[in-house]
């Protein structure tokens, strides 16, 4: 007796089961059809695709018994897919039903006017009570429920709050008798989600009073949607000298602090690699401080197999225990052979880190391999192979993040008649570019090796692979805090409908609000200015609040 928790195989269950031992409770997982009579009540977190659920569930012998479960009239709670299992289909699944307990269907956004995935915070508006702008919470999808402020049908019923994302209105909440569903994930939303979960295990019936007995209007579309700027926090981790992992940070991708030369003028690189903390302590540090995301790259793992690298995985582990908001981790995320010869897929790679609690991975290199092959292909899509795909379509594209690290490359623009013509970007007058003119190239291999493909050619193919977002680094940028490199933002955001993360090179509040107005990119990542706690994340938001730029001030 008591909760129990459904978990389909796809995605980080572990954040939930987190989130609830934080919380003090206790739960036990489904692991056979006739434990939902046991349940007295159950969550069913879920991401991933709406088909890939309902067939799991179904081959599992699972489907009937979840039916019965919530027409019994026990608590329900279901989290993203959990939420939309209820309704009656889904067009990213055609051919699939759902339960059909909720009288509408799945849509995926129109991609027109914003990027899709719908990833970062976002308020929900109960429907109840006009104009009450609550909690943010965190969302990551491209299908939702529409709803329009005028429906009069039974659906409106369900809806218990509204989100507004670009100019389109849909439900983030259900909440009818014993059944309610989240589009958000209140386990990856701070102290506002946890104090949901832990409201509704407490109170899982919702009052006759507060239902909502006809139909709602309270959501008129806004001219702008709650969406707000991500701030995300970065930790450069890999060994030091002495095999302990530590956070650390380069100056242009040169991790190892600077020492005199032979000659008293010079300065060389080769000294110890940077110790800037431990990478659990200081996830937990950025996750009370406000941070929206974490990102833990393990930027030596391109030389090593990450399966043995059980360091890495324990910190995963441990950081997830702490930290209630999305953690990216990356490196080494790849087909590898272990000394033993034994080998494992990029797939079997990521499926470590999220068992270890990553809601994200972050792919390098092995992205650069990928749209070369694509490319070289001449073909629009990928065959399944690679492990954008591989990944994506089990865990969903919004759980792949391509992390790029373009450098610059100066050409003479009067004479270049090179591949990437076309692209070439020109110093602006009276800036410090003035009279230059480059492209972008891609590297690998933690930026060791220069590929000939671009920055922006690789953007447009990982896209199509079904990366579900970008994280955009600067070899040139990295760790000088000039700012981030506007041009290179404006390239890629340019080019691709997929959500883009800025990094490298902030060094002050001010490059922040610069990157949101000047390119559009949905969330910057910093790194040496919050390990050297030149700027807090908490002074970046106050002064991103106060020039109109909407950000999460809670935490
Ligand atoms: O190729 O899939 O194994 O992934 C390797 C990952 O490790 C890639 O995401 C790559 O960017 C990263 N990486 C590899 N070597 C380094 C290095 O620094 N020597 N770090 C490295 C990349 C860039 C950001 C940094 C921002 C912000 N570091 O992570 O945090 O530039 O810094 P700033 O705010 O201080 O300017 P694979």
Known sequence: MGLYLLDYGAGNVQSLANSLSKLGHSFTWISAPEDFHKATSLIFPGVGAFGTAIEYLTRKGLLEPLREYIQSGKPYFGICIGMQVLFQSSSESPGFNGLGIVPAVIDRFDDSDKSVPHIGWNSA?????????????????????????????????????????GQELFVSSVRRGNIFGTQFHPEKSGSAGLALIDDWLKKPEIEKSKQASQTQS????????????????????????????????????????????????QVQT????????????????????????????????????????QPMIAVVRAAAERVFVPLTIGGGIKDTIDPDGTKHSALDVASEYFRAGADKVSIGSDAVY???????????????????????????????????????????????????????????????DEGKS????????????????????????????GAGEILVNSIDRDGTGQGFDLDLLRLIKGNVKIPVVASSGAGKAEHFLEVFQET????????????????????????????????????
């Open 438 to 465: 480059w492209w972008y190239a891609c590297t690998v291999s933690g930026g060791r090796e220069t590929r000939s493909i671009s920055a922006c050619q690789l953007a447009r193919a990982v896209e199509a692979l």
């Open 520 to 555: 559009g990119v949905e969330a910057a990542l910093a790194a040496g200015i919050f390990h050297r706690e030149e700027v807090e994340i908490r002074e970046v938001k106050e002064f991103l609040k106060s020039k109109d730029t909407k950000v999460r001030t809670s935490i």
């Open 370 to 432: 990928a749209a070369e092959k694509l490319l070289g292909s001449g073909r629009s899509r990928g065959d399944g192979k690679s492990s954008i795909e591989m990944i994506a379509l089990a865990y969903g594209n919004q759980a792949v993040v391509v992390s790029i690290d373009p450098r610059r490359i100066f050409v003479d623009a009067s004479t270049y008649d090179g591949p990437h013509k076309d692209e070439l970007v020109h110093g602006l007058t009276e800036s410090r």
């Open 218 to 265: 309270a959501h008129l579309v806004k001219s702008k949607d709650n969406l707000t700027k991500r701030i995300i926090a970065c930790m450069d981790v890999r060994t030091d000298d002495g095999g302990n992992l530590v956070v650390t940070k380069g100056d242009q991708y040169d991790v190892r602090e600077k020492v005199s030369s032979s000659s008293p003028v």
């Open 125 to 165: 508006e109960l429907v109840q009570t006009l104009n009450v702008e609550s909690s943010y919470y965190y969302f990551v999808h491209s299908y939702c429920a529409k709803c329009s402020p005028n429906d009069q049908t039974d659906f409106a019923k369900w809806t218990y709050t509204a989100t507004q994302y």
């Open 270 to 309: 080769g000294g110890a690699v940077r110790n800037l903390g431990k990478p659990v302590d200081l996830a937990f540090k950025y996750y009370a401080a406000g941070a929206d995301e974490i990102c833990l790259l393990n930027i030596t793992s391109f030389r090593q197999s990450p399966l043995q690298d």
